[in-house]
């Protein structure tokens, strides 16, 4: 039985985190994505810590479709190591999963 999970990404640039989220949903790779406001990271690179901003996508969709998502978004990343996150669900409504389910499914 398929579950509702939520995939992460980020991406520093507003127009090719749009680009992804909604490539995404026309892929049916996805039911829906939030494309999170600016934000500023920090974090350890080349030795020392590396300011940047930018946006984080959250991808809903599916278990069945978790191992496409990844790689089609790994070849749409600007990142040669992207971020990957998959934070399973505790619970979805039964509605809310059929929709997922449904979207997900190319027709």
Sequence with gaps: MANIVI??????DEGKAYDIGRAAVEARL???VHIDAR???FSWEKG???HERGY???F???TGKVAALKAWVHEQHPHDVPQWIVL???EASEEYLAWA???TTAG
């Excluded at 995939?7 to 520093?12: H, I, L, S």
């Design 30 to 32: 996805t039911a829906g």
């Design 48 to 50: 020392a810590v590396q």
């Design 101 to 103: 389910v449904k979207e």
């Design 7 to 12: 995939a992460q990404t980020t991406v520093n």
């Design 56 to 58: 984080r996508l959250s």
């Design 88 to 90: 399973p669900s505790v």
């Design 60 to 62: 809903q969709t599916t």
């Design 39 to 41: 934000m500023t990271t």
